[in-house]
């Protein structure tokens, strides 16, 4: 009986289940069931840079990646179907909203 007790860990641990598969994660630039849309970001032209803004700009895009730019600052010039960038200018106001 003391023999089973001591086995009892091991024949445990082989009835463990597998590891869950991970998340899905960005391929080349793009996270699945993410592509940009600029359909309807104009609206937030002239708005203060914020993190509410910046997540209603995810929502409306269906961006996964969003990238503030704000003046002078240099950006990369890899496309990213999966991202939104938005340009400020110096007093934080929303300028300018791309995909990309």
């Known amino acids: 009986m003391h023999k089973m007790l001591g086995l009892a860990p091991l024949l445990l641990g082989a009835c463990s289940t597998a590891p869950a598969a991970p998340a899905a994660s960005?391929?080349?630039?793009?996270?699945?069931?993410?592509?940009?849309?600029?359909?309807?970001?104009?609206?937030?032209?002239?708005?203060?840079?914020?993190?509410a803004v910046g997540a209603e700009i995810k929502r409306v895009s269906n961006a996964a990646v969003l990238r503030w730019a704000p003046p002078g600052i240099m950006l990369t010039m890899d496309y990213r179907a999966d991202r939104v960038t938005v340009w400020l200018d110096a007093a934080n106001k929303i300028t300018k909203i791309r995909c990309g």
Do not use: L, V, W
Request: overall charge negative.
């Open 26 to 51: 960005p391929i080349h630039g793009e996270t699945p069931g993410h592509t940009c849309t600029q359909d309807g970001t104009d609206q937030f032209i002239g708005h203060s840079r914020t993190d």
